[in-house]
């Protein structure tokens, strides 16, 4: 019976979400103040909907009601409680349920502290999100229903699947899910800005903040999904480049772009219509990436769980969004376009040449992850793209960006100002150099160690350069407002990702050895003494655990425990383990027995690896840092031009714009 | 022309090859291929072990008994998926398992194997793919059961499942089983 509840409350949410779409958009449309005063109360609507039947879904999870055929095929009775709670979002139709309660989380955000945008725009804006809403519930409803019954009943369930039994899974797909669909929020004031035909550079600045959080929470999901690879596929890798990571990528990189550019806009009034198609961009990456993942397109001879409908369906909905937005904007863009012209060397054409590096190379991982359809639609035979690709186009694109990163900070808006940049290239290039000498000295050999520690180096200094010239030249009080503080933080964490990613990938040492007890490997300045392996017993698995004394220069360092558990299907999943350090990691794996308790072992130093999270961290602080900053809150009835400080351009008429 | 249109064009284009792409995998989904090759003899083979190439198997060392030729590779994602299952049955076949490792190289198959355990009999490799065209395999996973004349009985492309098994597999090597007593 509650179960059907749960349904009952999708199928309302779904039609409120279809009112909330067309309601406040034809209001809109008729300037009809009763009309467009529907959207608030829909939005509530729809989020207590489904949210009630999230809590029904998390519910049959809890008292294990296998009646219900998503409850029976990622739990059973043996699966700890706390993994009862991320199993609803363990699979397809629990997620998509997650996918619609963000959203609508997002929703309610927008129109509870919107309510001083203009109502017309605001009114847009909400149906916008509404359509979006209607979309994914009605997806759900048709294709992938949470709720369907199994009868009769099982005795007991499948399992959860036991790759994602991880506490950095648990939040793994939430946060990854807030970035997503975050960027739902830029996209919906494109949109409305593209149905009205004016934009004012008011609206831009408030939906940056909102643009930053989603892009923060994008890249804490890319860090924790990189992490949990690293610890529990046993390879010690963390980025793979397979599909389903560019497909978390791609919008990252556009977010980024996005970030950028609203800046512009805001600051300036330039690059509108940019902005608009980069926020256009971004949510439909997201969608792609949905789609991606979902329907099993591009995995085509590697997948076979995907069902054909779902794939028509997100296909459908794909290009009736991404599609009408895109001739949305070719139709409508020059009402909202215009701007001053640029100054060659300055802020803002910086500014663009990293928007276009971070676009170019989204692109670039489109066309790779893409690459195996177009091979098999051109009948080319079965093509895959892999790292070698990627890596070395990553690695051209992002050499201009991060040549350029630190000069936009400091040249000025509208003006080139070439002085400072030479001093400034100087002493960073100076630094920089400084650096790498200090690392051949210390003993890094080789042309990409020294190169991972000069670009990050070079990065770095020139964030604190500005830093500096910062602190000396602004009244204190006012010297790093919280936006400029993001940006600090963000630009300083791409360096610590540069260093990272470079680094552990030259220096890493990876040795499979095979060792029988008391066999000792030396691994780097290391020496790995193998104990033997027991068992142990987990909640819901059996273990088989090693031990290995890791010890340098006959001093012990730590004692790991490698394991190989098995889950009650029968499913086996290595858990490495790890000792972490700032410097470095010791990584170990357990292989396989090979006989007379001799195993298989992977031993790993990996140096630097954690930098690069904690670069992808930085970002994130960084995004949220920015997005806190007093300045992005609406404090007046906007839709009259503001006179402000920094120059906003009023929404012009058509005709001087076109 | 309107420059602005340029990305609804290249969306178009996009949604064409993804249109492609689902109407493809639905046409050729390769469950419901018929192998030409069901109840005709399998094709002569020659390969190395994956455990020491100098010794190489051939079709006509494996005569007399049936047995399960599964082809797999450490970059197929979906062969991690039938892992487990083949893990649980090999052992409950009632006929060798022979894992034939195709387009991998030699390190990344025991590496794989030893990360997930090792369910065959006997691994062949077969690290150009030449061998696996006269096969017809289409793609990793595909699993062929061969009888002790050397014809191939059954074929399935994709992961094994216990359904599968069941339904399809087990009959099949009854019916083999049954024809050879």
Known sequence: MIPELGQLALILALILSGLQCVLPIVGAWRESKPLMATARSLVVGQFVFVAMAFAILTYAFLVQDFSVAYVAQNSNLELPWWYRFSAVWGAHEG????????????????????????????????????????????????????FARLIPAPMDGVDLNPVLQDPGLIMHPPVLYM??????????FAIAALLGGELHSSWVRWSRPWTNVAWGFLSAGIVAGSWWAYSELGWGGWWFWDPVENASFMPWLVGAALVHAQAVTDKRGGLRAWTLLLAIFA???????????????????????????????ILGFLAVVVGGSLLLYALRARFVAGGKPFALASRETLILIGNLMLTVAAATVLLGTLYPLVGEAFNLGRISVGAPYFGFLFMLLMTPLVLALPFAPLSRWGK?????WKRALTRIVGLA????????????????????????????????????KRWKEAPAGRRYPLEMAGMLFAHVGVGVFIAGAILTRSLSV???????????????????????????????????QGTVEVSKDGSPVVTLHPQKRTYPRGQVQTEASIHPGVFRDLYVSLGDPLGNGAWAVRVYDKPFVRWIWAGGLLMMVGGFCAAADKRFRLRREAGQPAPEA????????????A | MNARLIPFAVFVLIVALFGFGIVWNNYHDPRYVPSPLIGKAAPAFDLPRLEDPAQHVRKADLLGK?????????????????HPVLMAYSKKFGVPLIGYDYKDQAADAKAWLDEHGNPYHEVLADVSGATAIDFGVYGAPETFLVDGQGVIRYKHIGPLTPDVIARELDPAIKAVQGAAR
């Open chain 1, 433 to 468: 150099v400084l650096a790498g000498i200090v690392a051949l000295v210390l003993g890094a050999r080789g042309f990409m160690p020294l190169l991972g520690v000069t670009a990050s180096t070079y990065v770095i200094a020139g964030t604190a350069f500005y830093a500096i």
């Open chain 1, 283 to 313: 949510f439909s990456l997201s969608l792609l990436g949905t789609f991606l993942v979902r329907s099993g397109v591009l995995t085509s001879v590697h997948s076979f769980a995907a069902d054909p409908k779902r794939g028509v369906f």
């Open chain 2, 66 to 82: 049936p047995y399960l030729i599964n082809v797999f590779a450490s970059w197929c994602f979906a062969c991690g998926q039938e």
């Open chain 1, 95 to 146: 997620s998509l349920l997650l996918w619609v309660l963000i959203l609508d989380v997002w929703t309610l955000a927008v129109a509870a502290f919107g309510g001083k945008l203009p109502e017309k725009f605001y009114a847009r804006v909400l149906g916008v999100l509404g359509f979006v809403a209607f979309g994914f519930l009605l997806f759900s409803l048709t294709t992938s229903n949470p």
């Open chain 1, 416 to 420: 080139a100002d070439t002085g400072i």
């Open chain 1, 510 to 544: 990876e040795q499979d050895v095979a060792l029988s007890p008391g066999e000792t490997a030396h691994v780097a300045a290391y020496d790995f003494q193998f104990k033997g392996v027991g068992e142990t017993q987990g909640p819901n698995w059996l273990a088989q």
């Open chain 1, 646 to 657: 920094t120059p906003a351009l009023p929404a012009l008429p058509a005709e001087q714009n």
């Open chain 1, 179 to 188: 970035g997503y669909v975050g960027f739902s929020v830029a996209f919906a």
